[in-house]
């Protein structure tokens, strides 16, 4: 393991990692969503004519719903989508909900994936689908919208209401879309006290449940039958899927593989399963990517003390002894701890990684690049591979990356003055 430790101020930027002042105000946009009283940007995505996707957790006067914004370039409302340039909604009536995740699909349909407040204490994943203008695809689920329940409540999840947002709890969601628009969802069931188990599922592509995964639909994830949590799912280049999170959440961080029926990969590490600490420390995942090669690198936190944390292995789950000497990889910003929490690969292998510091006025963006050998990029920031952004006065999250096709990167988030609002910033590349 490795440690770089640094001085909590802002970096000072020279180079590529710079607020991009040409877009919004002065390189941030909030993201307006009409009638709210907050807002939570969990994702971005970008559609095929360059408009930026936001799905966020939206606060209206009857409680939280899912939200979905569609920003010009420039990064202004898009005011031909949905109402006024959003969509807000439930995903069944009489339910709060939020969106954590946005996909543009190749037919441009959009896809959120997000949680159901089922009530004050538990969860269901949920998915919703909508089209080019924001109007929801009728012929998916029910007018458009999907709450996955698995037999015996097995998707049933827990709900955070004490956490401040920006640090990692109990809700969790995560979706990838396979080649033939099947839908990977994760979710986490919570038997009782400290027993935890994931759920891997699949969905038809008009929201039901595919049965001919795993004779079910969908596949209990638990290894070496500890507790085990799921933040992360990435379909492979060749059809397999990883799955990342921790395991006694969160002393280890897990990575596991599946072949694309549901069955578990024995070849993937040690019989399908991949654990690790971080020099002892706790460890969880929060995001997957892989390289060209085959390669998979984890992006994520240490635990007590919590750290940015990055981890490369081999196609094959063995750890790459190249980097780190197969150790995971420690980022130190600020007194309080911080955590990478989306992570984006990019065509010359290098990955950008976005995360926050964590604690009170000392919550800022980072953003960070590692090359394709899974070292910080010292070309990018201030020499040190990383940008620590102050946004506001008071706590500032990023939650979320996409990368344009002109090398600038998009970040996701938000910012508290008042109340929290969603916002979008530009970095150079």
């Not at 709210?36 to 940007?41: H, Q």
């Not at 930026?52 to 990064?75: E, H, I, Q, W, Y």
């Not at 596991?256 to 040690?270: K, P």
Request: with cysteine.
């Amino acid at each position: 393991m490795s440690i770089q430790s640094v001085l909590a101020f802002p970096a000072t930027v020279q180079h590529a990692g710079k607020l991009d002042t040409t877009f919004a105000a002065k390189g941030t946009a909030q993201v307006y969503f009409f009638g709210s009283t907050s807002s939570l940007a969990n994702d971005i995505a970008i559609d095929s004519q360059g408009r930026l996707l936001v799905a966020a957790k939206v606060t209206m006067p009857g409680g939280s719903r899912f939200g979905l914004a569609r920003l010009l370039n420039d990064g202004s409302a898009d005011l031909a989508f949905g109402n006024q340039g959003s969509v807000i909604g439930q995903f069944e009536p009489g339910f709060e909900a939020m969106a954590d995740k946005v996909q543009v699909l190749p037919n441009g349909h959009i896809l959120i994936a997000g949680l159901q407040y089922e009530s004050e204490h538990r969860t269901f994943p949920a998915v919703a689908l909508f089209d080019s203008l924001g109007q929801p695809v009728q012929r998916f689920g029910d007018n458009g919208r999907c709450v996955v329940r698995l037999p015996g409540n097995l998707s049933r999840g827990m709900r955070d209401v004490w956490l401040p947002p920006g640090v990692p709890g109990a809700e969790a969601c995560s979706v990838d879309v396979q080649e033939d628009g099947r839908i990977l969802l994760v979710a986490n069931h919570h038997f009782e006290l400290a027993d935890h188990a994931a759920m891997l599922i699949r969905l038809n592509v008009d929201g039901s449940l595919d049965s001919s995964f795993n004779g079910r639909g969908f596949v209990m994830v638990r290894h070496l039958l500890m507790n085990t949590w799921l933040s992360s799912v990435r379909v492979q280049r060749d059809g397999r899927i990883l799955v990342g999170g921790s395991i006694n959440f969160p002393e280890e961080g897990l990575v596991a593989r599946y072949h694309a029926d549901g069955s578990l990969d024995s070849s993937f590490a040690v019989d399908g399963f991949m654990s690790f600490t971080a020099s002892g420390q706790g460890a969880q995942v929060s995001q997957i990517v892989q390289q060209s090669n085959g390669d998979v690198q984890c992006f994520g936190s240490s635990r007590d003390p919590m750290r940015c944390l990055a981890l490369k292995v081999h196609s094959n789950g063995r750890p790459d002894h190249h980097c780190n000497g197969g150790q995971a990889q420690l980022l130190e910003v600020g007194h309080s701890g911080c955590q990478w929490t989306a992570a984006q690969v990019q065509p010359d292998g290098s990955v950008f990684t976005v995360g926050a510091t964590i604690g009170g006025v000392e919550a800022d963006f980072v953003l960070g690049r590692y090359l394709p050998g899974g070292q910080l990029d010292g070309d990018f920031g201030d020499g040190n591979g990383w940008v620590r952004t102050r946004l506001g006065r008071s706590l500032d999250t990023a939650t979320s990356i996409a990368v344009q096709d002109d090398g600038n990167i998009l970040v996701g988030g938000y910012s508290l003055d008042g109340s929290y609002r969603a916002i979008v910033a530009r970095y150079l590349g």
